[in-house]
C-alpha cells in the first residue's frame, strides 16, 4: 500500500470502459432493491459484484484503482486512485475521529476503513456512464486528500488502513452493500421497508440500544403549510397543486420509520417516506428533516414535525458504533450487530466471522 502516492489526474477518461458492476452478476433481489434505492436517490448503494464464495477477492488489493470525480480548486476533476488511498481519504470524511482517546479513535478508523473499502469495491462504476467509478459526495462516498487533513488524523487513518489492508465485508457473494447513516434513533430499519423490494439478509432491521445514551438526537422542524405545499411542487411526483389539506402516516416498519405518507390537495399523493425527507432536503437542507422516524402535527397554518435521528437508517448506525467504540467493542463485534450473518475477508487467508457471541457489551446491555 502507498497511502501518500500522488493521484493521476486524469481529465480525459475512457467512455467505453466497462465497469466492474457490468462485468460480474448480481443476485435478482439485490439488483431489485438497489436500482429502487438509486431511483430514490436516497441510498448509498449500488449493484455488487459476486465471486464465488470464499474465494479470495482479488479486488480487495492494493492493484485496483478508482477513478473518482473530485473537486480542486473549485472545478471538477476526476483522480485515478489506488484503492488504499481512496480508502485513506473517505474515512476521515465520513466519519467523527476527534476522539480524546486514541484507542478509541484508532478502533473507529479502523471500523469506517472497512466499510469504506467494502463500499468502494461493491459500488465501482456506479457513474460509469458518466466516466467514473465514484463520486466524492454523499451520493457516494465524501473523499477529503490526505494532503488536506490535520497531520495527526493522517497519520491515525494511515495506520488504520495498513491493518486493516484488503479486509471487506462479505456474505460469501462478494462485498456486501455496506449502508451506513449517522443516527438511527434507537433502531435500523430494513431495506425492504425503507425502499421497497427484496433486500439482501444482512439488510434487516436490529435493535440499537446504544446510540439511544447519546443526547441531543431529536430533531424539531416546523413549516408554514403553505411553505410546506410549495416545497412539495417542486417536484412531479410529490406535487398536490394549490393548497395542502392534510398529511399524514399511512404506515410505519416496526422502528417506527414512516414507510408511506398520505398528502392531501388538489391532488391526493402516498407518498414514501424517503422520497419525503429528499424532497424536503433538495430545498432546505440534508439537516432539517432529518430521518423518517417522525411524529407530525397538523395546527391552523403550520405543521410541525419532531422526530429522532438522522439518515436512512439502514445497515450501521454511526452514532451507536462510536458508543460500542468507547466501551471497547471490537471492530467485528460492532459490524456483526449492524450486519448479521456477514464476515471478514482478510489479506490473504480465513474468513474471520462475524460474531456477537462473545461481546461483553452486548451481554451487558442485554442484561440492562
Given at each position: 500500500?502507498h497511502?501518500?502516492?500522488?493521484?493521476t489526474?486524469?481529465?480525459?477518461?475512457?467512455?467505453?470502459?466497462?465497469?466492474?458492476?457490468?462485468?460480474?452478476?448480481?443476485?435478482?433481489?439485490?439488483?431489485?432493491?438497489?436500482?429502487?434505492?438509486?431511483a430514490?436517490?436516497?441510498?448509498?448503494?449500488?449493484?455488487?459484484?459476486?465471486?464465488?464464495?470464499?474465494?479470495?477477492?482479488?479486488?480487495?488489493?492494493?492493484?485496483?484503482?478508482l477513478?473518482?470525480?473530485?473537486?480542486?480548486?473549485?472545478?471538477?476533476?476526476?483522480?485515478?486512485?489506488?484503492?488504499?488511498?481512496?480508502?485513506?481519504?473517505?474515512?476521515?470524511?465520513?466519519?467523527?475521529l476527534?476522539?480524546?482517546?486514541?484507542?478509541?479513535a484508532?478502533?473507529l478508523?479502523?471500523?469506517?476503513?472497512?466499510?469504506?473499502?467494502t463500499?468502494?469495491?461493491?459500488?465501482?462504476?456506479?457513474?460509469?456512464?458518466?466516466?467514473?467509478?465514484?463520486?466524492s459526495?454523499t451520493?457516494?462516498?465524501?473523499?477529503?486528500p490526505?494532503?488536506?487533513?490535520?497531520?495527526?488524523?493522517a497519520?491515525?487513518?494511515?495506520a488504520?488502513?495498513?491493518?486493516?489492508h484488503?479486509?471487506?465485508?462479505?456474505?460469501?457473494?462478494?462485498?456486501?452493500?455496506?449502508?451506513?447513516?449517522?443516527?438511527?434513533?434507537?433502531h435500523?430499519?430494513?431495506a425492504?421497508?425503507?425502499?421497497?423490494?427484496?433486500?439482501?439478509?444482512?439488510?434487516?432491521?436490529?435493535?440499537?440500544?446504544?446510540?439511544?445514551?447519546v443526547?441531543?438526537?431529536?430533531w424539531?422542524?416546523?413549516?408554514?403549510?403553505?411553505?410546506?405545499?410549495?416545497?412539495?411542487?417542486?417536484?412531479?411526483?410529490?406535487?398536490i397543486?394549490?393548497?395542502?389539506?392534510?398529511?399524514?402516516?399511512?404506515?410505519?416498519?416496526?422502528?417506527?420509520?414512516?414507510?408511506?405518507?398520505?398528502v392531501?390537495?388538489?391532488?391526493?399523493?402516498?407518498?414514501?417516506?424517503?422520497?419525503?425527507?429528499?424532497?424536503?432536503?433538495?430545498?432546505?437542507?440534508?439537516?432539517?428533516?432529518?430521518?423518517t422516524?417522525f411524529?407530525?402535527?397538523?395546527?391552523?397554518?403550520?405543521?410541525?414535525?419532531?422526530?429522532?435521528g438522522?439518515?436512512?437508517g439502514?445497515?450501521?448506525?454511526?452514532?451507536?458504533?462510536?458508543?460500542?467504540?468507547?466501551?471497547?467493542?471490537?471492530?467485528?463485534a460492532?459490524?456483526?450487530?449492524?450486519?448479521?450473518?456477514?464476515?471478514?475477508?482478510?489479506?490473504?487467508?480465513?474468513?474471520?466471522?462475524?460474531?456477537?457471541?462473545?461481546?461483553?457489551?452486548?451481554?451487558?446491555?442485554?442484561?440492562?
Amino acid at each position: 500500500m502507498h497511502p501518500t502516492a500522488a493521484p493521476t489526474d486524469r481529465y480525459r477518461v475512457r467512455k467505453n470502459r466497462t465497469s466492474a458492476c457490468s462485468q460480474t452478476r448480481t443476485s435478482r433481489s439485490t439488483r431489485t432493491l438497489l436500482l429502487l434505492a438509486l431511483a430514490a436517490g436516497t441510498a448509498r448503494c449500488a449493484t455488487a459484484p459476486l465471486p464465488t464464495p470464499h474465494a479470495p477477492f482479488p479486488e480487495a488489493s492494493a492493484d485496483v484503482t478508482l477513478q473518482v470525480e473530485v473537486a480542486v480548486d473549485g472545478e471538477q476533476r476526476i483522480l485515478t486512485l489506488p484503492l488504499e488511498q481512496y480508502v485513506a481519504g473517505s474515512v476521515p470524511a465520513e466519519m467523527p475521529l476527534n476522539e480524546p482517546d486514541t484507542a478509541v479513535a484508532d478502533r473507529l478508523a479502523r471500523l469506517q476503513a472497512i466499510l469504506a473499502r467494502t463500499y468502494a469495491l461493491a459500488n465501482r462504476g456506479r457513474h460509469a456512464h458518466e466516466g467514473f467509478d465514484l463520486c466524492s459526495t454523499t451520493h457516494c462516498q465524501v473523499y477529503i486528500p490526505q494532503e488536506r487533513q490535520p497531520v495527526a488524523v493522517a497519520r491515525l487513518v494511515a495506520a488504520a488502513v495498513e491493518q486493516t489492508h484488503g479486509q471487506i465485508i462479505t456474505d460469501g457473494h462478494g462485498p456486501i452493500q455496506a449502508l451506513f447513516h449517522a443516527d438511527c434513533g434507537g433502531h435500523t430499519s430494513s431495506a425492504t421497508d425503507v425502499w421497497g423490494g427484496p433486500a439482501p439478509e444482512y439488510l434487516v432491521g436490529v435493535r440499537d440500544s446504544f446510540c439511544v445514551t447519546v443526547p441531543n438526537t431529536d430533531w424539531h422542524l416546523t413549516l408554514n403549510r403553505d411553505h410546506l405545499r410549495r416545497i412539495l411542487n417542486t417536484s412531479q411526483d410529490t406535487a398536490i397543486g394549490q393548497r395542502l389539506d392534510q398529511i399524514a402516516v399511512v404506515s410505519r416498519d416496526r422502528s417506527g420509520r414512516a414507510i408511506s405518507i398520505s398528502v392531501v390537495g388538489d391532488e391526493r399523493r402516498v407518498i414514501q417516506g424517503e422520497r419525503l425527507r429528499a424532497v424536503i432536503g433538495e430545498q432546505l437542507g440534508p439537516r432539517a428533516f432529518r430521518s423518517t422516524r417522525f411524529r407530525v402535527e397538523q395546527q391552523a397554518d403550520r405543521i410541525l414535525f419532531s422526530g429522532q435521528g438522522f439518515g436512512h437508517g439502514v445497515g450501521l448506525c454511526q452514532t451507536g458504533a462510536i458508543v460500542q467504540a468507547r466501551h471497547g467493542e471490537p471492530v467485528r463485534a460492532i459490524l456483526a450487530h449492524y450486519y448479521p450473518g456477514t464476515w471478514l475477508e482478510p489479506r490473504p487467508g480465513a474468513t474471520t466471522r462475524l460474531s456477537t457471541a462473545n461481546s461483553r457489551l452486548r451481554r451487558v446491555v442485554a442484561r440492562r
